[in-house]
């Protein structure tokens, strides 16, 4: 399974981006679909969205109101739709899933991550 995240990019303050996540392979069905992001100099991935196989959707507080995480199941592929970006949004976003291959137990994956640069 192959995780491929794109859409990012460099925008000015109050700007807006669309990231997407594909997952290909031999999926049987995704379960939770995240995204993460790793700002310069932090070593750990902050968690900015989840979506489970329900569609219920939890935000970190920094983004709510601001950004919006999205699923299509039958294109195996997670969206997050982010508006009026700040600086402080500069991160590379990695996209995660948990992934039933051939109907056995859940594994996690990562994507390959992509930058997003706000500019003040």
């Known amino acids: 399974v192959q995780l491929q995240a794109?859409?990012?990019?460099?925008?000015?303050?109050?700007?807006?981006?669309?990231?997407?996540?594909?997952?290909?392979?031999i999926?049987?069905?995704?379960?939770?679909?995240?995204?993460?992001?790793?700002?310069?100099?932090?070593?750990?991935?902050?968690l900015v969205a989840d979506i489970s196989l329900s569609n219920r959707s939890n935000y970190a507080d920094s983004v709510k109101g601001r950004f919006t995480i999205s699923r299509d199941n039958a294109e195996n592929?997670?969206?997050?739709?982010?508006?009026?970006?700040?600086?402080?949004?500069?991160?590379?976003?990695y996209c995660n899933a948990d992934v039933a291959?051939?109907?056995t137990t859940l594994q996690n994956y990562w994507g390959q991550g992509t930058q997003v640069t706000v500019s003040s």
């Open 27 to 46: 999926i049987s069905f995704i379960n939770a679909l995240r995204w993460y992001r790793q700002a310069p100099g932090n070593y750990q991935r902050e």
């Open 77 to 93: 592929t997670v969206y997050l739709q982010m508006n009026n970006l700040k600086p402080e949004d500069t991160a590379v976003y």
């Open 6 to 25: 794109s859409g990012g990019g460099l925008v000015q303050t109050g700007g807006s981006l669309r990231l997407s996540c594909a997952a290909s392979g």
């Open 101 to 103: 291959v051939l109907n």
